[in-house]
């Protein structure tokens, strides 16, 4: 019977598991092209008609793909409580500086619409893009050092600084993370938006896609001589469709771009997003956060799961509350589908 109760509870916890590195990833393919857009307010925006058209193009969209950021750490806390415990303990500061920044980027978008001096509009137009661009960077650092490892001791306590996480290998995941989504935004507005924008986003989605092509595979060559998450590859070769298809959909999306299909390309960039995150977090598998000091002082799926019976009950809210996210988010993505520039009521007065 306990043998039955233990294997009962791997799975589940295998599960959340998988759930948890999905629910991330799905979080980074939507989140990460509004926060691209802010990214590339500076450079693409030339008058006040130019930068209406830019967060109109997210407008409707940014608060609801923030859900899932909700969702993912409302996963961790209930599902993975020992690893939430040290998340926000040993990676406090750079957490706090995402969270500070979402939220001045959430006000940012509030009050420039009810501000008329040209002065404020651009002081918050810059909070806006400055909010963007940390919340990119930093949550790059931080899952290039979870998935590197950190040094925490038996307790979860950090050994090391802010600065302990600004190596080369955090940096790196935090340049890739700003390109990738650099990318997406841009080809979000290059599928929202005409004329003089659309075409300077068009050039900018080329430039970003080679950036982003380098920084790919410096980081995938880099976490070879870096981490350990190859070898969960190694033993289950058919797991490497992962990686392999991550390279194969930024491929594709450079040929889209090539031909000019934006909304094609927005898709594969998405794909490449997602599967860059489960590549990580899949070869971080049992482990949710890994100690650089002791493998033993690693947070895994057994040592900070939930109970069983909270995993059964959390994985049947799951079952219900998500589809319904799904669709919610499904029905407005349809209802704003067409362009922010030209004559679309749906957008009127929006930003």
């Known amino acids: 019977m306990t043998t039955t109760l233990s294997g009962v509870t791997h799975i589940l916890e ?10 991330w990833g799905a979080y980074f393919v939507l989140d990460g092209f509004d926060l691209g857009v802010g990214i590339l307010m500076p450079f693409l925006s030339r008058d ?15 608060d609801g793909n923030e859900v899932w950021l909700v969702a993912a750490g409302g996963v961790t806390f209930a599902a993975f409580p020992g690893t939430y415990a040290v998340l926000f303990s040993a990676l406090y500061a750079p957490l706090m500086l995402i ?46 050092n979870l998935f590197q490892g950190i040094p925490i001791d038996a307790r979860g306590i950090l050994h090391g600084t802010v600065l302990t ?6 940096l790196l995941g935090g340049f890739l993370f700003l390109v990738v989504f650099s990318l997406h935004g841009a080809l979000w507005l290059c599928v929202k938006c005409d004329g003089a924008l659309g075409e300077r986003a068009a050039l900018a989605a080329r430039i970003l896609w080679v950036a982003t092509a380098v920084f790919a595979v410096v ?3 880099f976490t070879a001589f870096t981490t350990r998450l190859y070898d969960i590859y190694l033993h289950i070769p058919p797991l490497g469709a992962i990686p392999i298809l991550s390279l194969l959909s930024l491929t594709a999306s450079g040929v889209a771009i090539g031909i000019g299909t934006w909304k094609a390309a927005w898709y ?3 794909v490449t997003t997602l599967t860059i995150v489960l590549f990580g977090v899949i070869g971080m598998y049992p482990n949710l956060i890994i100690s650089s000091i002791n493998p033993e002082f690693s947070r895994t799926i057994a040592n900070s799961s939930s ?20 669709i919610y988010q499904a029905w407005v993505y349809r209802i704003f589908r067409g362009k922010v520039t030209g004559e679309n009521p749906s957008y009127e007065g929006l930003y």
């Open 268 to 270: 594969f960039t998405g």
């Open 307 to 326: 109970s069983l019976l909270t995993l059964r009950i959390m994985l049947t809210v799951a079952s219900i509350f998500i589809p319904l996210v799904i």
């Open 219 to 221: 980081f995938l060559l």
């Open 99 to 144: 969270l500070f920044a979402l939220i001045l980027r959430g006000a940012a978008l509030g009050l420039r619409s009810e501000l008329e001096g040209a002065k404020s509009r651009a002081f918050w137009d810059r909070v806006f893009a400055i909010s963007s661009f940390i919340p990119a960077l930093l949550l790059g650092v931080t899952f290039a």
């Open 48 to 62: 006040e008609a130019s930068r209406r058209a830019m967060f109109n193009a997210i407008g409707p969209f940014w």
């Open 165 to 170: 996480l600004l190596n080369p290998y955090g």
């Open 14 to 23: 295998t599960v959340w598991f998988i759930l948890w590195g999905v629910i």
